[in-house]
């Protein structure tokens, strides 16, 4: 356990589902994170939160939903998604958005959209 | 542009030592990670590169050169449970740059 905890582990929807991807984190880091991460590809950042508030978007797609309820939770909720969004979604966590130790990462949620 | 090179895929085997380089190109650099990610499981971190030179912990050693803007991991005495992806990552000014991970395959 790495102290980020992500659910569910496995999740498949079709295309017209809404879904939503859960993190957790009571390391007491300020800054929380959402990558996905593809096959072959590098991870790829889509939303940053600091202290709850959301300081980048790296235009995700508006089927693409985050919320931030507190410096603990994070949670990305899905609409209308497409085959090619299928991947691996990765939580993180860091002290601040500085993050100069790294990232302390979740086990990630395996997305297949059908 | 900014990126990170590091191969797709190395075999070694139990025992021996391994060497997975990465190469970069960032605007700013704030430091170089190194994570290990087992299959379905989290990245993990390895080591933290900042100044040039190397860095052991155990078995692993990560050395940097930022002339060179190359990194490279050294593990040891491998074990299988060594087979994993290895991620190196640049911090920019203010953004972390993936590379797109090295998987390891430990052979016994």
């Known amino acids: 356990e790495t102290g980020v905890t992500q659910t569910p582990r496995h999740l498949v929807m079709g295309m017209t589902n809404k879904k939503s991807l859960k993190c957790e984190q009571h390391?007491?880091?300020?800054?929380m994170y959402w990558y996905k991460q593809s096959a072959k590809k590098p991870l790829e950042l889509m939303f940053v939160?600091?202290?709850?508030?959301?300081?980048e978007n790296n235009s995700v797609p508006s089927r693409f939903s985050p919320e931030c309820p507190n410096s603990s939770h994070l949670f990305l909720h899905l609409h209308t998604l497409q085959p090619e969004d299928s991947a691996l979604y990765l939580c993180a966590s860091s002290q601040d958005r500085r993050a100069n130790y790294g990232y302390t990462f979740g086990s990630g949620t395996r997305l297949t959209v059908v | 542009g900014q990126n990170i090179d590091q191969p797709t895929e190395m075999t070694a085997t139990e025992g021996a030592i391994v060497q997975i380089n990465c190469t970069y190109q960032t605007s700013g650099f704030n430091g170089l990670f190194w994570y290990q990610q087992h299959a379905g499981e989290a990245p993990t971190f390895l080591s933290y590169n900042v100044l040039d030179g190397l860095e052991e912990k155990g078995r692993f050693s990560s050395f940097l050169s930022r002339s060179k803007g190359y990194s490279y991991l050294l593990l040891k005495e491998l074990q299988m449970k060594d087979s994993a992806s290895y991620l190196c990552?640049?911090?920019?000014?203010?953004?972390?740059?993936f590379g797109t991970g090295t998987r390891l395959k430990v052979l016994a």
């Open positions: 390391l007491g880091h300020n800054a």
């Open positions: 990552a640049v911090r920019g000014t203010y953004k972390y740059i």
């Open positions: 939160y600091n202290f709850k508030e959301q300081t």
